[in-house]
Nanobody
Framework: QVQLVESGGGLVQAGDSLRLSCAAS????????VGWFRQAPGKEREFVAA????????NSLASVKGRFIISRDNAKNTVSLQMNSLTLEDTAVYYC????????????????????WGQGTQVTVSS
C-alpha cells in the first residue's frame, strides 16, 4: 500500500494563492494515479483535480479550471495542487487520494475509484 500526507493548507485572503502538497511513501509512487478532493462542513466530498501516473493527463473541477493546477514529481514522490485566485467557496479540507493502476495515462474523478486517502489539510479563505 501507500501512505499519503497532505500539507500546505492554511488561512488566506480571497485572491491569494496556496500550494498544497501530497507526500507519498510505501509503494512505488509512479504506480498510482492521484486525485485531490475537498469537503466543506455539511457537504459531500467532491472531486477537485486528478492526474495520471506519468503526469501526462489531468482534469479538474469546472469551477477551478484556470485557477488550480495539479502536477506531480515522481522522483520526489509528491503531487501538488497549485491554487490561485482563491475564493470563499474554496474553503474546505483538501484530501489527496491514490489509485493503483496499470494504465499510465488514465486519471480518475470518482471517489470510489481510489484505494488510499490522506488525512487532509484545511484551507480557509477569508474576505
Amino acid at each position: 500500500q501507500v501512505q499519503l500526507v497532505e500539507s500546505g493548507g492554511g488561512l488566506v485572503q480571497a485572491g491569494d494563492s496556496l500550494r498544497l502538497s501530497c507526500a507519498a511513501s510505501g509503494r512505488t509512487f509512479s504506480a498510482f494515479a492521484v486525485g485531490w478532493f475537498r469537503q466543506a462542513p455539511g457537504k459531500e466530498r467532491e472531486f477537485v483535480a486528478a492526474i495520471s501516473r506519468n503526469g501526462d493527463r489531468s482534469n479538474s473541477l469546472a469551477s477551478v479550471k484556470g485557477r488550480f493546477i495539479i502536477s506531480r514529481d515522481n522522483a520526489k514522490n509528491t503531487v501538488s495542487l497549485q491554487m490561485n485566485s482563491l475564493t470563499l467557496e474554496d474553503t474546505a479540507v483538501y484530501y489527496c487520494a491514490a489509485k493503483e493502476t496499470v494504465y499510465s495515462n488514465n486519471y480518475y474523478v470518482a471517489k470510489s475509484s481510489y484505494d488510499y486517502w490522506g488525512q487532509g489539510t484545511q484551507v480557509t479563505v477569508s474576505s
